[in-house]
């Protein structure tokens, strides 16, 4: 943990308490930014879980074009069969 250098002017007007009392608003100021910052790993499994959720959507949008290929592909068929028996 770094050390914090207060001003010696600072000090005087603080006071030894006040000073100890600024120091540790100070650092549990900084163990509250640290705690709220990603890291590298919490950004690598966040790219890992997007990732995962777009190749399930690619593989559902596949799903869907090739059962819509075979409906349409069907219905033609099935069109051209029922105008060559008329």
Same mark, same amino acid.
């Not at 540790?24 to 640290?34: G, N, R, S, T």
């Given at each position: 943990?770094?050390?914090?250098?207060?001003?010696?002017?600072?000090?005087?007007?603080?006071?030894?308490? #006040?000073?100890?009392?600024?120091?540790?608003?100070?650092? *549990?100021?900084?163990?509250?930014? *640290? +705690?709220?910052?990603?890291? *590298?790993? +919490?950004?690598?499994?966040?790219?890992? /879980?997007?990732?995962?959720?777009?190749? *399930?959507?690619?593989?559902?949008?596949?799903?869907?074009?090739? #059962?819509?290929?075979?409906?349409?592909?069907?219905?033609?068929? #099935?069109?051209?069969? #029922?105008?060559? /028996?008329?």
């Amino acid at each position: 943990m770094p050390v914090i250098d207060i001003p010696s002017e600072l000090r005087e007007r603080l006071g030894e308490k #006040g000073t100890k009392a600024f120091i540790e608003v100070l650092e *549990k100021f900084e163990h509250e930014i *640290k +705690d709220s910052l990603a890291t *590298k790993a +919490d950004l690598k499994e966040l790219e890992l /879980k997007l990732t995962e959720q777009i190749d *399930k959507a690619k593989i559902e949008l596949i799903k869907w074009v090739a #059962g819509m290929l075979f409906v349409f592909s069907t219905l033609i068929v #099935g069109g051209i069969i #029922g105008m060559l /028996k008329l």
